[in-house]
């Protein structure tokens, strides 16, 4: 696995981008989107995502790692979301965190919120935030890595009529103080 922090969007990237992006939601991943979905139905928001990660002053920074035993190919993947405020300067939020289904079980997502622990720290960050899908035990795993639950909006995800979760925000400090 070869992790790389703000890798130039080329249109073939892209596609992987958004392969995985389709595939990760089509296997029930919390990725913004509700299977079944194409790569048209999650294009025009890849668009704006990629598009925030693009140039030296973009806000946002997106971090891949590529397997090199699939040709390659990008297994996971995150952005580090700046929340363009100077009182807010010091954290990220993680969004779109996800890992290839294929590549589940693999360790992946444990080595990809360690290298975006890396990379905010390269950044000179003090903390990652992330929010979460209630319902999905995911928020168990982020807290084996570190994040903490700092608070919940109960029935704010709305997956289907009937199917509310809570939104679950965690934390994780990167320095002390």
């Given at each position: 696995?070869?992790?790389v922090?703000?890798p130039?969007?080329?249109p073939?990237?892209?596609?992987?981008?958004?392969s995985?992006w389709?595939?990760?939601t089509n296997a029930?991943?919390?990725?913004?989107f509700?299977?079944?979905?194409?790569?048209?139905?999650?294009?025009?928001?890849?668009e704006?995502?990629?598009?925030?990660?693009?140039?030296?002053?973009a806000?946002?920074t997106?971090l891949v790692?590529?397997?090199?035993?699939?040709?390659g190919?990008?297994?996971c993947?995150l952005i580090?979301?700046d929340s363009?405020?100077?009182l807010?300067?010091?954290w990220?939020?993680l969004?779109?965190v996800?890992?290839?289904?294929?590549h589940?079980g693999k360790?992946?997502?444990r080595?990809?919120l360690?290298?975006?622990?890396d990379?905010?720290?390269s950044?000179g960050?003090d903390?990652?935030?992330l929010?979460?899908?209630?319902?999905t035990g995911?928020?168990?795993f982020?807290a084996s890595?570190?994040?903490?639950?700092v608070?919940r909006?109960?029935r704010s995800?709305?997956?289907?009529?009937?199917d509310?979760?809570?939104?679950?925000y965690?934390?994780?400090?990167l320095?002390?103080?």
């Open positions: 696995m070869r992790f922090l703000g130039e969007i080329t073939e990237l892209f596609e992987d981008l958004l995985c389709v595939d990760v029930g991943g919390a990725v913004g509700v299977p079944p979905v194409t790569a048209d139905d999650i294009r025009a928001t890849a704006k995502t990629f598009a925030r990660t693009a140039g030296s002053a806000p946002d997106v790692g590529f397997d090199d035993d699939d040709d190919r990008a297994a993947w580090l979301a363009e405020s100077g807010r300067a010091h990220r939020w969004v779109r996800m890992v290839h289904p294929k589940q360790g992946y997502g080595a990809l360690l290298a975006a622990d990379a905010a720290r950044l960050l903390a990652l935030q929010t979460c899908r209630g319902g995911v928020d168990a982020y890595v570190g994040y903490r639950e608070g909006v109960p995800i709305r997956v289907s009529p009937g509310d979760r809570d939104e679950i965690m934390l994780k400090w320095r002390d103080g």
